[in-house]
Structure formats: C-alpha cells, structure tokens
Nanobody, 123 residues
Framework: QIQLVESGGGLVEAGGSLRLSCLAS????????MGWFRQAPGKEREFVAA????????NYEDSVKGRFTISRDNAKNTGNLQMNSLKPEDTAVYYC????????????????WGQGTQVTVSS
C-alpha cells in the first residue's frame, strides 16, 4: 500500500513563497496522477492542482493559476508544489494525493492521501 508524506509547510508573509514536497513509498507511484488539495478551517477540502502520471499534463484551480506550479520526479517518487505570491486566503492544511486522473477534482477520486502539512500566510 502506498504512503504519502508531505513536508515544506510553514509560516510565511503575504507575497512570499513556499515549496511543498510529497514523498511516496511503493512502486505504483508512476502509474497514477498525483495532486494537491487543501482545507482551510471551517471549509471543505478543495482541489488545488494535479499532474498526470508522466508529468505532461497539468490542471490548476483558477485561484492558484500563475502562482502555483505542480511538478513530479518519478525517478525519486516525489511530487512538489511551488507556491509563489502567497495570499492569506491560501492558508490551509495542504494534502498530497495520488490516484484519479488529471481532470479529477473531487476528493473521492483520489485513493491515497498524505497526513497534510500546514501553510499559514500572514497579512
């Protein structure tokens, strides 16, 4: 069974940057699309970005387009989310996910989830 572990969260001022990483265990990482969701206090989990299994196709939620970049390194079983120009409304717990397709946006479409990493953006 695959396991996902996120890292890289923290506290940053508005306008700053953070890079989240996701390390996957198991040999099936390269078979699936991977992505990122986030959940702010009192809100439902929402889709942030996804990348196809070979990295050729990307999909972003509108509010992060042009600011966030998703990538993956299949040789290292890792995925990344580079977040620039952060805003206070980006504050949330960010989850790495695996499964689904590049166009999946529902949490239920992804079978594997990490434990989450907190991102806090101060104004």
């Amino acid at each position: 069974q695959i396991q996902l572990v996120e890292s890289g969260g923290g506290l940053v001022e508005a306008g700053g940057s953070l890079r989240l990483s996701c390390l996957a265990s198991g040999r099936t990482f390269t078979n699936y699309a991977m992505g990122w969701f986030r959940q702010a206090p009192g809100k439902e989990r929402e889709f942030v970005a996804a990348i196809s299994s070979n990295g050729d196709s990307l999909n972003y939620e509108d509010s992060v387009k042009g600011r966030f970049t998703i990538s993956r390194d299949n040789a290292k079983n890792t995925g990344n989310l580079q977040m620039n120009s952060l805003k206070p409304e980006d504050t949330a717990v960010y989850y790495c996910v695996l499964g689904g397709t590049i166009w999946s946006r529902a949490p239920g479409d992804f079978g594997a989830w990490g434990q989450g990493t907190q991102v806090t953006v101060s104004s």
